[in-house]
């Protein structure tokens, strides 16, 4: 029974392996569910035992969702199958996971505990995306990649012309997302605040394709250099031309909802040009502009996209401490399968 005025701590758990923004959208309902989001993270020991190793470390894995907006805390080496204990411990009033059966590796339903006891809820599982989908679209990539070998300029050409056609919301590098997104995932994803005429703006803009730690470490340090954070997103047939291969792995779309759960992120603008504009810098009254320590690659009249707020003396580097980096983990993804 709810005593008054007492906040409702709801409790979540899961792999939360490469972290997307289907992972976020469950979170975010389980949060409107009570007040306080307390989320179980699994031992990379368990998950190997149940559904194979892990791309991510239980370090990684636990910085990725505590950076999720509608988290509240952490819990690192919950167990995989979920008991009241471990609920009564966090004072949690009861679970939420999507609705997809989860197993372990004999058959048995993780949640079986707490369903029995009444403190289990569900909330809708985003269709569309998955670990498994994001994964299967790297190892399209690295295909094309290995087997065209010299023909892949060839490949990348085409791709970015029928891109700027803009054939629905189908990435032909992402050919298997089948996540079709709608303006109301992007209002709730959102924070729906203007900055205040004191904020000082913090401007970043990137791919940020498969967000990730060195993303986040990125952003984290970025949003120190003032108090309302925009991040500026390129898009696909943009990421493509410097990138190539098949590069982006998540559309815009999706690239827009995995930044917008991040908590250091205030706005993000859909579709930013290359080389920040005056227009730009006036229209979001941006004071700083920043950008991590890897290389910065010219654009296409072989001008620096930065030379501007570096002349207006509002450029910044800023250093993530981070190496990760899209490429690592398509590698990562490449080791982990071979083991397999
Ligand atoms: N989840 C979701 N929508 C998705 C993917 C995951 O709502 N597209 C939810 C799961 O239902 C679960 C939570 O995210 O409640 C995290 O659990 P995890 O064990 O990491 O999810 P998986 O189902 O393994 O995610 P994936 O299939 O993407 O690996
Ligand atoms: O490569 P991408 O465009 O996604 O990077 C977005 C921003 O994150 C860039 O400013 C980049 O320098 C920064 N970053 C970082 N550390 C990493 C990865 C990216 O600072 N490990």
Redesign the pocket.
Known sequence: EQVENKPVRVWCDGCFDMVHFGHANSLRQAKALGHYLVVGIHTDEEIAKHKGPPVFTEEERSKMVKAIKWVDEVVEGAPYVTNLETLDQHNCDFCVHGDDITVTADGVDTYHLVKKANRYKEVKRTEGISTTDVVSRMLLMTRQHFYKGDKEYEVEKEHSSVMGQDKAARSPWTGCSQFLPTTKKIIQFSEGIEPKPTDKVVY?A????IFHV??L??LEKAHQHGNFLIVGLHTDPVVNQYKGLNYPIMNLHERVLSVLACKYVSEVVIGAPYSVTADLMKHFHVDVV?????PVKMDINGEDPYALPKLMNKFVI?D?E?????EKIVERIIINRLEF
């Open positions: 970043v990137g791919a940020f394709d060195g993303h470490d990125f920043c950008h991590g320590k890897t800023v993530s981070n190496n990760m980096t899209t």
